[in-house]
């Protein structure tokens, strides 16, 4: 539900958190006005994208398949966590786990991911981190960039919101790609979508309220 004037986004981590990081900078700059980070929920204890929320002084939590029993016990938890959060929108930011059908069809169109190219290139079960990188330099493509998408039970399978092109240079490695398509994309691509997504949700939400 929403409350007060903003989309209420949990935001879910495996990582380092740099696209947190760019989330919560964009919340404090001024470019994400419809939406509020109020949960960051990691899948890995000790992930450095819990410091980093808990340094912007937002609520964290951590929940494991061991912890939970596995798959569904995980799905379960976290379903039950966003709710008594009253979550509008979920963010996938690095989050290093595929979601069920069962858990991505309680939520249509109100997940969103961010994915390190162009989609439909380089993508799906099996492409992520580096792998991605190293796939496209191997293919010797010249154009690569950033995606953000709804998020159902097909790995970078739902339907595109935004896209960003990024060069690749005749020096890069994965490593110096990686870097590039974070910062000239991904950190740009991804609280931009945060936004026009939380935009509709709350416009949505008032007009239901007419």
């Excluded at 204890?45 to 609520?59: F, I, K, M, Q, S």
């Excluded at 339907?159 to 740009?188: F, G, H, S, Y």
Aim: a negative charge; aromatic letters at 6%; charged letters at 20%.
């Amino acid at each position: 539900m929403l409350i007060g004037s903003c989309a209420r986004i949990a935001v879910l981590v495996s990582g380092g958190g740099t696209n947190l990081q760019a989330l919560l900078d964009a919340e404090t700059g001024g470019i994400l006005r419809s939406g509020k980070i109020v949960l960051v929920v990691s899948n890995r204890p000790g992930a450095y994208a819990l410091t980093r929320a808990e340094n912007a002084g937002v609520e964290t939590a951590v929940l494991t398949k061991a912890g939970c029993g596995g798959q569904k016990g995980f799905e379960e938890q976290l379903s039950m966590l966003l709710k008594e959060h009253g979550i509008d929108l979920i963010i996938l930011a690095g989050f290093m786990s595929i979601l069920s059908a069962e858990f991505t069809d309680q939520w249509p169109e109100r997940i969103i991911n961010i994915h390190p190219s162009l989609i439909p290139s380089f993508c799906g079960e099996g492409f992520y981190g580096l792998r991605v990188h190293e796939a496209a330099l191997s293919y010797g493509v010249k154009i690569t960039g950033a995606t953000v998408h709804f998020v159902n039970e097909i790995p970078d399978g739902g339907r595109i919101i935004a896209q960003k092109a990024v060069e690749i240079l005749p020096e890069d490695t994965a490593e110096t790609l990686q870097r590039r398509v974070m910062e000239q994309a991904e950190w740009i691509l991804l609280p931009q979508a945060a936004e026009t997504v939380s935009a509709e949700i709350r416009k949505k939400r008032s007009e239901e309220n007419d």
